[in-house]
């Protein structure tokens, strides 16, 4: 029977087509374990959500009175839609049969009225809500409700809280982050992992001693993987699907997607795909060119969603230019004034287009950095 691809982008990957980031593993399951509040950053796709799922997996094999809760805060856009979805998750990981999710609300809350609906798989369909009103005026039972739960079952609980600086685009944030903070700062039984990709966003959460969450917990800037363990995971992976590709051959894909997880995993998949028994140069530049055909719709889009003096600083960026406000390199690319310029590089940055990694502005998409090159220098990849 033919196999089929090892290399998974798209999804979280965190068995198979997982590879490296034992340190990580390892300090982030200490973590969690121990009850240090953890906060994760990293640009997207570059293996956030793959980690922590793959460590709560690992904890929910072997810690039975840890239980787990994973929420992606992408599609969550209120107060009320983040306090009625993290009632509903705790409920549902603080016990295994739904019979007890249904007696959770007057066991567990003094002040509020939970209205429970189930459907008619009770696993898919169970969700939770709360008079609005109400429930602003006592957000803090329901903050509160993980350790109220831990405490009376002998049980702890993880929250894993994903692309975490959504909330930053509540109403009235600043209110809920402080009474956030202070509910879950006094928890004993409740460990927090919060994570996202904004890097500026999460930065000033974290990082900024005015901010609530300001030392939360511990900082994971999480780095790339790096290029010699790319080659062997590639080459291995060949090989248990039954084709082949050389060291030397392999490094070109880690080397021209910058060790981007997302990117890596597909060209590699390209490759594979248009290999029959051995990968070499041929393949991986025909897979390059097919990636960026398939991805050029959205670079297209990308490149007519912004402005004429930043699409000319994305192309000093593509240079490589330093000095943005250098009276040469302005009239150059014609960047406008030096407010333009500072105006755009942080529009840049909080698109995430461009990002600054110890000073120096790179494209954050590395895919995007050859489609760009090639159209408007007409370099070729
Ligand atoms: N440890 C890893 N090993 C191999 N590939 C990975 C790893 N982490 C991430 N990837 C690849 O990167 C893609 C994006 O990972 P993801 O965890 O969704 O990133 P993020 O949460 O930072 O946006 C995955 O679909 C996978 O292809
Ligand atoms: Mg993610």
Same mark, same amino acid.
């Given at each position: 029977m033919a196999k089929s691809s090892p290399f998974i982008y798209g999804n979280t990957v965190s068995n198979i087509a997982f590879t490296n980031r034992e340190i990580e593993l390892d300090k982030l399951m200490s973590n969690l374990l121990g009850g240090v509040n953890t906060m994760i950053i990293s640009?997207?796709?570059?293996?956030k959500s793959s980690l922590v799922e793959k460590v709560v997996t690992a904890i929910n094999r072997k810690e039975k009175r840890n239980k787990t809760i994973v929420i992606d805060l $992408?599609?969550?856009?209120n107060e009320q839609q983040f306090l009625e979805t993290f009632t509903r998750e705790v409920i549902k990981a603080?016990?295994?049969?739904?019979q007890e999710w249904l007696g959770s609300g007057a066991l567990f809350f003094k002040k509020l009225i939970p209205k429970i609906n189930v459907g008619i798989d009770p696993l898919t369909d169970f969700s939770i809500g709360f008079d609005w009103k109400e429930l602003k005026k006592h957000s803090e039972e329901v903050l509160n409700l993980p350790e109220v739960i831990a405490k009376k079952k002998g049980i702890k609980f993880i929250i894993c809280l994903d692309e975490f600086q959504n909330i930053a685009s509540f109403d009235d944030y600043l209110n809920f982050e402080k009474k956030m903070r202070s509910v879950w700062q006094r928890q004993k039984l409740v460990t927090y992992c919060l994570y996202g990709s904004k890097r500026h966003m999460m930065t000033d959460i974290f990082?900024?001693?005015?901010?609530?969450?300001?030392? $939360?917990g511990d900082i994971m800037l999480l780095p790339k993987i790096q290029k010699e363990k790319w080659i062997g995971f590639v080459v291995k992976s060949f090989k248990e699907s039954g084709k082949t590709i050389s060291a030397g051959d392999a490094a070109f894909i880690p080397e021209v997607m910058k060790n981007h997880s997302w990117y890596v995993q597909q060209l590699s998949h390209y490759t594979w795909n248009l290999t029959s028994k051995t990968a070499g140069l041929l393949q991986i530049k025909a897979a390059l060119n097919e990636l960026i055909q398939a991805n050029s719709p959205l670079y297209q889009k990308e490149v007519e969603s912004i402005s004429v003096t930043q699409l000319n600083l994305l192309k000093a960026v593509a240079v490589g230019e330093?000095?943005?406000?250098s009276t040469a390199v302005m009239q150059i690319y014609a960047l406008g004034t030096p407010r333009n310029v500072s105006k755009n590089k942080t529009i840049l940055i909080n698109n995430d287009i461009i990002q600054n990694i110890d000073g120096v502005y790179e494209f954050v998409d590395p895919a995007f950095e050859l489609w760009f090159k090639k159209q408007f220098f007409n370099q070729s990849y």
């Open positions: 640009p997207r796709r570059w293996g $992408f599609s969550v856009s603080s016990s295994n049969r739904w990082n900024n001693p005015s901010k609530p969450f300001y030392r $939360f330093h000095q943005f406000t």
